[in-house]
């Protein structure tokens, strides 16, 4: 069974740029559509965007002016960067295939 | 963007049964929003439990089903075991699956 992990700072300061990587462990990122999720503290998940491996994308319309999701066959990663982060982007950010596959989350807070 | 609607709370008794429902702004949900349930523990990651309306998975225990109902997604738990209280989050994709939303989730509790 294919697993996910999160890696990335824990902490960003207001203004600057979020970025996470997810790696997929038995290497079958081909294929499939890999998204990101993230879960405000206290509060109900959302959909961030997704990634074919092929490279093409969609985004949650109302982040789409600070997303990228981007892709590495080669590591067979996909990543997220969020700029102009504000306390707002505070939430545990999840990983996923979303048919079957979450990562464990990682949480990132932002704060001077 | 549309907005995914669920029952905010719902309370089952031990070996009750109970539908969780999942509807949609821009009207009727059918098999082409492709309704997706997960489940999340306190503390948990979230986990899949239905896809594309009706397949489960392995892990899904079999009290567990998917079902379109009223115009609605619904997941229903025949049999409720106090290890199914938890938040349920229902998701709906449109244009094709090129915008994807979750649902607010509904909190289940056991009582």
């Known amino acids: 069974q294919v697993q996910l992990q999160e890696s990335g700072p824990g902490l960003v300061r207001p203004s600057e740029t979020l970025s996470l990587t997810c790696t997929v462990s038995?290497?079958?990122?081909?294929?499939?559509?890999w998204s990101w999720i993230r879960q405000p503290p206290g509060k109900g998940l959302e959909w961030i965007g997704y990634i074919h491996y092929s490279g093409s994308t969609s985004y949650n319309p109302s982040l789409k002016s600070r997303v990228t999701i981007s892709v590495d066959t080669s590591k067979t990663q996909f990543s997220l960067k969020l700029s102009s982060v504000t306390a707002a982007d505070t939430a545990v950010y999840y990983c996923a295939r979303l048919q079957d596959v979450w990562g464990q989350g990682t949480t990132v807070i932002v704060s001077s | 963007q549309a907005v995914v609607t669920q029952e905010p709370s719902l309370t089952v008794s031990p070996g009750g049964t109970v539908t969780l429902t999942c509807g949609s702004s821009t009207g009727a949900v059918t098999s082409n929003h492709y309704p997706y349930w997960f489940q999340q523990k306190p503390g948990q990651a979230p986990r899949t439990l239905i896809y594309?309306?009706?397949n489960k998975h392995s892990w899904t225990p079999a009290r567990f089903s998917g079902s379109l109902l009223g115009g609605k997604a619904a997941l229903t738990l025949s049999g409720a075991q106090p290890e199914d209280e938890a938040e349920y989050y229902c998701l709906l994709s449109y244009s094709g699956a090129r915008s994807v939303v979750f649902g607010g989730g509904t909190k289940l509790t056991v009582l």
């Open positions: 038995d290497g079958s990122i081909s294929s499939y559509y």
């Open positions: 594309d309306t009706t």
